[in-house]
C-alpha cells in the first residue's frame, strides 16, 4: 500500500522559511507528476505546486516567486522550500501525485503568525 508521509512544518514568523518534505512509498516515484496541496481550517483543499517526472515545476499565482518545490527520485522525496511566509500561508500541507491519486496522509501543519 502506497504511504505519503509529510513532515517539516512549524509555527513560523510573517517573512520566515520552512521546508517541507514528503516520502512516498511507490518504487516508481520517479514516473508520477507530485503535487503539494494546503487546506485552511473551513476551505477545500487546494493545489499549491506540482513538478513534473521530468521536474518542470508550476505554482499556484499566490506562491509565485515565494515556494519552490523540487524532487529527489533517489530518496523518493519531494520538497517544498517556502520562503516569504504570510499568514495566508497557514495550512495544513499535503503531498500526492498530479493529479492526486492516493490515499492522503496526515499533512504537516504550518502556521504563520503576523
Known amino acids: 500500500q502506497v504511504q505519503l508521509v509529510e513532515s517539516g512544518g512549524g509555527l513560523e514568523q510573517a517573512g520566515g522559511s520552512l521546508r517541507l518534505s514528503c516520502e512516498f512509498s511507490?518504487?516508481?516515484?520517479?514516473?508520477?507528476?507530485m503535487g503539494w496541496y494546503r487546506q485552511a481550517p473551513g476551505k477545500q483543499r487546494e493545489w499549491v505546486a506540482r513538478?513534473?517526472?521530468?521536474?518542470?515545476?508550476n505554482y499556484t499565482d499566490s506562491v509565485k516567486g515565494r515556494f519552490t518545490i523540487s524532487r529527489d527520485n533517489a530518496k523518493n522525496t519531494v520538497y517544498l522550500q517556502m520562503n516569504s511566509l504570510k499568514p495566508e500561508d497557514t495550512a495544513l500541507y499535503y503531498c500526492?501525485?498530479?493529479?492526486?491519486?492516493?490515499?492522503w496522509g496526515q499533512g504537516t501543519q504550518v502556521t504563520v503568525s503576523s
Open positions: 513538478i513534473t517526472s521530468g521536474g518542470r515545476p
Open positions: 500526492n501525485t498530479y493529479p492526486s491519486y492516493y490515499t
Open positions: 511507490a518504487t516508481i516515484f520517479s514516473t508520477y507528476a
